[in-house]
């Protein structure tokens, strides 16, 4: 798959990464996308991912899967710091 089928979620408002979402589908007819987060931004992806296929594709897209998995790195002081992560894949009907 390519990569600029991937949208990061992260700290921008809601609303445009349901807006990117949306344009995926409708301008680049995208057959699946990936939306990833890390930590406290997951539960803003399922938020996304739930009002782009209820409200916005209603009928068209569906969730296709939804992998979690963690990450470990060092933080700035130099501990092991390890943090959730999520990436919802979904797809054309």
Not at 27 to 43: D, M, V, Y
Request: net charge positive; glycine share 4%.
């Amino acid at each position: 798959m390519a990569s600029d089928n991937a949208i990061f979620i992260g700290t921008k408002p809601f609303m445009n990464y349901v807006t990117a979402v949306v344009m995926q589908f409708t301008t680049k007819n995208a057959e699946e996308i990936i939306l990833k987060a890390r930590g406290k931004f997951i539960s803003r992806a399922v938020d996304v991912a739930e009002v782009a296929r209820k409200r916005f594709l209603e009928g068209q897209v569906d969730i296709k899967t939804i992998n979690i998995d963690s990450e470990e790195f060092k933080n700035k002081e130099g501990r092991q710091v390890r943090v959730s992560t999520i990436e919802i894949t979904l797809a054309r009907k």
